[in-house]
């Protein structure tokens, strides 16, 4: 079983940052490819940022959905068992429940989550 708990949303004004942080349980977090989607009221959720686990070794595939592309990053610390959304030059349309997601097979589903965080921007 792996538990993920997320911190570090909040309110922010529109072309602010905020980082948000997701730390995980299990020993082979290095494997696990990470993610982090969001979903607005009303919408459908979204990935918007991956950690993607490529192979034998501690590589990973970074992507992004078109919107943050540029203004998103998600790095990881391994000896923390834990992964980042950075997220800069935010809008008011970032605005969502951010919630952290776990590929801990391989299968490329995503079989653990967070209990989400909320972020808020404002114009």
């Known amino acids: 079983q792996v538990q993920l708990v997320e911190s570090g949303g909040g309110l922010v004004q529109a072309g602010g940052s905020l980082r948000l942080s997701c730390a995980a349980s299990g020993p082979t977090f290095s494997r696990y490819t990470m993610a982090w989607f969001r979903q607005a009221p009303g919408k459908e959720r979204e990935r918007v940022a991956a950690?993607?686990?490529?192979?034998?070794?501690?590589?990973?595939?970074?992507d992004y959905t078109d919107s943050v592309r540029g203004r998103f990053t998600i790095p990881r610390d391994n000896a923390k068992n834990t992964v980042y959304l950075q997220m800069n030059s935010l809008k008011p349309e970032d605005t969502a429940v951010y919630y952290c997601?776990?590929?801990?097979?391989?299968?490329?589903?995503?079989?653990?989550w967070g209990q989400g965080t909320q972020v808020t921007v404002s114009s």
């Open positions: 997601a776990a590929d801990t097979d391989g299968t490329a589903a995503y079989d653990y």
């Open positions: 950690s993607v686990w490529i192979g034998s070794r501690t590589y990973y595939r970074t």
